[in-house]
């Protein structure tokens, strides 16, 4: 039951977040649903993998923070292909820092607070989307939001899956309402094979930026979690799985995987059984139900693809109003270096693009830029 909570919340919580990044880089809707079907697999097998041949219970998820960068990445000069070089080469970098130990000690160079607020900044505009969404179509807006709230109050680990849910239901009524349906073949998920393309401008606009945010904003807070319960994470292992794992996902357009962060606490703990030794079949379980969950990938999207425009988005800045929270008080929370991370965030939350390369790349450029001139002695 642990594994099955943990699919459930890992998938429903964020699958909207994912769908909206795939498109904002160039994807199709079939290539998009394509890229959630291979995500869901891939994180599924290193999941099972590295739960059976180490005995614990460490679970995998998807890159949500990635995912929320891509969808703010719109508009970069470089097309699909070349999106899916970078996704390639994100999983390279991630399986590098666990075969290559100097790797390792370079990202962790980068001071946290100015990846959380490069994070922060790029998710502003995705937060801001409920909101705006409410003056555009209100009617369809309103009950994701009320519905959020009350599970908000009642339950508020369920919260964001019951409101992806209840747009879910709506986008189905909306489409029943429209007349539109579907061949039940055309809803069976495929996988849609991409020729990779390589580009430094792919590489600086996403490589880079999706790197940093997948290991600082989820493998690393995913290594801490197991750790507050006493579990030690197999590093190496663990980067080389979901690394070549992001690779491969990555050829049938998936962008990232990694170790899950905030799911991770409902393998690891106490709703896992009382036995500690063995908490790794709720591990296990959990890839199971993702396999089952991904089945659906293709039908999800579809149904994405029908609701009314806005309502997704608007259901996944709200899946994202928790980690903007975590993101923007760990980036200000140091007041020696908080200007760099209030210009880290606001280059982000502009929307820059200089030279094809959107404002993550410039986010930590500026930040970086601006702690070793002016904060340096500070520290």
């Known amino acids: 039951m642990a594994g099955l909570v943990t699919a459930l919340v890992g998938y429903t919580s964020s699958f909207a977040v994912v769908l909206a990044g795939l498109k904002a880089v160039g994807a199709t809707d079939a290539q998009a649903a394509s890229g959630l079907f291979a995500l869901t697999i891939a994180?599924?097998?290193?999941?099972?993998?590295?739960?059976?041949?180490?005995?614990?219970?460490?679970?995998?998820?998807?890159?949500?923070?990635?995912?929320?960068?891509?969808?703010?990445?719109?508009?970069?000069?470089?097309?699909?292909?070349?999106?899916?070089?970078?996704?390639?080469?994100?999983?390279?970098?991630?399986?590098?820092?666990?075969?290559?130990p100097w790797l390792g000690r370079l990202l962790a160079a980068i001071p946290v607070s100015l990846a959380q607020?490069?994070?922060a900044?790029?998710?502003?505009?995705?937060?801001?989307?409920?909101?705006?969404?409410?003056?555009?179509?209100?009617?369809?807006v309103a009950p994701v939001i009320a519905v959020w709230l009350l599970f908000l109050r009642l339950s508020p680990r369920w919260a964001v899956p019951a409101a992806?849910?209840?747009?879910?239901?709506?986008?189905?009524?909306?489409?029943?309402?429209?007349?539109?349906?579907?061949?039940?073949?055309?809803?069976l998920p495929?996988?849609?094979?991409?020729?990779?393309?390589f580009s430094l401008e792919a590489f600086m606009a996403i490589t880079l930026p999706l790197f940093v945010v997948t290991m600082a904003s989820q493998n690393v807070p995913g290594v801490a979690v197991l750790a507050s319960f006493n579990y030690e994470t197999p590093w190496r292992a663990s980067m080389l799985s979901t690394g070549i794992g992001s690779s491969l996902a990555a050829l049938f357009g998936g962008h990232a995987i990694n170790l899950a962060a905030i799911s991770a606490a409902l393998a690891a703990g106490d709703e896992a059984g009382e036995d500690r030794s063995r908490r790794w079949i709720a591990a296990v379980s959990s890839g199971g139900f993702y396999i089952i969950?991904?089945?659906?990938s293709a039908a999800i999207t579809a149904l994405a693809t029908a609701s009314p425009d806005g309502l997704l988005e608007a259901a996944a800045g709200l899946a994202l109003l928790g980690t903007l929270g975590a993101s923007a008080s760990s980036a200000l929370?140091?007041?020696?270096?908080?200007?760099?991370?209030?210009?880290?965030?606001?280059?982000?939350?502009?929307?820059l693009s200089f030279a094809g390369i959107g404002g993550a790349f410039w986010a930590l450029v500026a930040g970086l830029a601006l702690r070793l001139l002016i904060e340096r002695k500070r520290h």
């Open 121 to 140: 900044g790029v998710l502003l505009k995705l937060c801001l989307a409920p909101f705006v969404a409410l003056s555009t179509i209100p009617l369809y």
């Open 43 to 100: 994180l599924a097998i290193c999941a099972i993998a590295l739960a059976l041949f180490t005995k614990r219970p460490i679970t995998t998820a998807w890159s949500t923070p990635g995912a929320a960068l891509l969808a703010g990445a719109a508009g970069l000069n470089f097309g699909w292909n070349e999106a899916v070089g970078a996704f390639v080469m994100t999983g390279v970098l991630i399986a590098a820092t666990g075969a290559i």
């Open 333 to 351: 929370s140091d007041p020696t270096s908080r200007m760099s991370s209030l210009v880290a965030f606001l280059v982000a939350g502009s929307g």
């Open 190 to 197: 495929t996988l849609q094979f991409t020729a990779p393309a």
């Open 293 to 296: 969950l991904g089945l659906a």
């Open 164 to 187: 992806m849910a209840a747009a879910l239901g709506i986008a189905g009524f909306s489409m029943a309402q429209a007349g539109a349906s579907g061949v039940m073949g055309e809803l």
């Open 117 to 119: 607020a490069m994070l």
